[in-house]
């Protein structure tokens, strides 16, 4: 069974950077596009980005210049960091794998538990 | 505003059938990109229900079945049960910027 396990701060404070890291168990993180979703409270699904493993990484337009994403093999994970947050980035952060390997164009097949992050003072 | 465009809410009675439309345009799905479905229930991660516009993941009964025209998709569930109830929202990919992009949203009620 292949397992998504998201961790990191859950508050963080307005101008500073929210990083998450996502451990993947059960299967090997090569070969997947791996994404970062976001649901902000009463609103619909957000697409952050995606990161390939030993490949490159594509970001939401919205969130460009804020976004770093990045893969350690080794440790089998993910991790996600974005900077100058505001209380607009309050939200549910999901990671969260395609279908089948090489797919970049979605199909989320596997997500984490979901983490909640509050941006506030 | 979300790039693909979902009707806000849809509601049946148990049993009935319920259609959810998904319309893009010419730099989306108009462009040959594949849709995709999932259900999101409350206090759970999104569920893929349909993959490439009409495949089911193992798992997902037949009663939700995805179709796909031009821009526009749909998802259809039959015979409503009542733990349908939540949101559904539909998913492709955009060329202009190049992005994963999602639907608004459709809230299911069953009456």
């Known amino acids: 069974q292949v397992l998504l396990q998201g961790s990191g701060p859950r508050l963080v404070k307005p101008s500073e950077t929210l990083s998450l890291t996502c451990t993947v168990s059960?299967?090997?993180?090569?070969?997947?596009?791996w994404n970062w979703i976001r649901q902000p409270p009463g609103k619909g699904l957000e697409w952050i980005g995606y990161?390939?493993?030993?490949?490159?990484?594509n970001y939401n337009p919205s969130l460009k210049s804020r976004v770093i994403m990045s893969v350690d093999s080794s440790k089998n994970e993910m991790s996600l960091s974005l900077s100058f947050v505001t209380a607009a980035d309050t939200a549910v952060y999901y990671c969260?794998?395609?279908?089948?390997?090489?797919?970049?164009?979605?199909?989320?097949?596997?997500w984490g538990q979901g983490a909640i992050v509050t941006v506030s003072s | 505003q979300s790039v693909l465009t979902q009707p806000p809410s849809v509601s049946g009675a148990p049993g009935q059938r319920v259609t959810i439309s998904c319309t893009g345009s010419?730099?989306?799905?108009?462009?040959?990109?594949?849709v995709h479905w999932y259900q999101h229930l409350p206090g759970t991660a999104p569920r893929l229900l349909i993959y490439?516009?009409?495949d089911r993941p193992s798992g997902v009964p037949d009663r939700f079945s995805g179709s796909k025209s031009g821009t526009s998709a749909s998802l259809a569930i039959s015979g409503l049960q009542a733990e349908d109830e939540g949101d559904y929202y539909c998913?492709?990919?955009?060329?202009?910027?190049?992005?994963?992009?999602f639907g608004g949203g459709t809230k299911l009620t069953v009456l």
């Open positions: 059960g299967d090997s993180i090569s070969g997947y596009y």
């Open positions: 998913q492709s990919h955009d060329t202009s910027p190049s992005a994963v992009i």
């Open positions: 969260a794998r395609p279908y089948k390997r090489g797919w970049y164009g979605g199909a989320f097949h596997l």
């Open positions: 490439s516009n009409t």
């Open positions: 010419s730099s989306n799905i108009g462009a040959g990109y594949d």
């Open positions: 990161i390939y493993p030993g490949g490159g990484s």
